[in-house]
């Protein structure tokens, strides 16, 4: 361990000791960025990169799990990367089926696909359903997997999943337009039943949700941080945490 390395441990402990549990936020969204850009200015390959990025989330699982966090949300591929070119897709497709799998096979986490599972290759589509089914006993973290994700996707596949159940039911338009509300909408979205983030954080610098969670993120604080996500080290997630519990949330009051 050199001196720097030292030094951000004394640190992290410093500011682990006075964190207020009570002011940990139970449901956290991250987004994944920064894995090729992470890669690029250490003069590795793209998928060195992505691979640097599956090994960090069972680290920030951890941390999670220390902190009383409830659950993760885990943007790890959306909607728009599966139109890069096969070359790129593929490979990137791999290490998250890995990472998925790795997930399951750790006993500790629920996994849960949030996503458009008609949108990926057959066999991404069998490693999520086996991940989901394997974990369904277990009592930890709710592990929310966003592959294929589209913050407009989910609410489009949410109205369209609400037309069908009450065509379905021989329910008229208008009297569905009389009772469709927010929350009739919230109970088909991919996270229905689970509370809605209280804190989302993006690695990299990027400010900005690219479509992260739309619906479910209208009360939720944002943390943006500078690192990429290879890079993000338990200090920063202390310090979003930090930050977090010093804010005072309002709810639009």
């Known amino acids: 361990m050199n001196l720097r390395d030292l ?28 894995n090729r850009r992470w890669a690029k200015a250490a003069g590795g390959s793209p998928e060195q990169g992505h691979q640097a990025g599956a090994s960090k989330i069972q680290e920030l699982l951890g941390w999670c799990a220390e902190t009383d966090v409830e659950v993760v949300t885990l943007w790890m591929l959306s909607t ?50 086996e991940a989901e089914q394997a974990t369904l006993g277990n009592t930890g973290i709710l592990v929310n997997v966003a592959v294929g994700y589209g913050g407009r996707q989910e609410i489009a596949d949410a109205v369209r999943s609400l037309l069908l159940e009450h065509a379905a039911k021989g329910t008229s338009f208008e009297e569905l337009a009389e009772t469709v509300d927010i929350d009739l909408i919230a109970e088909h979205l991919y996270t229905r039943g689970q509370p809605d983030p209280d ?9 900005r949700l690219s479509g992260f969670m739309l619906w479910q993120s209208a009360h ?34």
């Open 7 to 34: 030094v951000y441990g004394l640190y992290a402990r410093r500011v682990e000791g006075r964190l207020d549990h009570a002011q940990v936020p139970k449901h956290i969204g991250v987004i994944l960025d920064g």
């Open 80 to 129: 728009d990367n599966l139109d890069r070119p096969e070359d790129q897709l593929v490979p990137l497709l791999g290490i998250i089926e890995q990472a998925v799998r790795d997930l399951a096979a750790d006993g500790r986490w629920r996994v849960h696909h949030v996503g458009g599972l008609d949108l990926l290759p057959a066999r991404t589509q069998s490693v999520l359903k």
């Open 199 to 207: 804190l989302v954080i993006r690695t990299s610098g990027e400010q």
């Open 220 to 253: 939720s604080e944002y943390y943006f941080c500078e690192v990429f996500w290879p890079a993000f080290r338990k200090v920063d997630f202390l310090r979003a945490l930090r930050d977090y519990a010093a804010r005072h949330r309002r709810y639009g009051t």
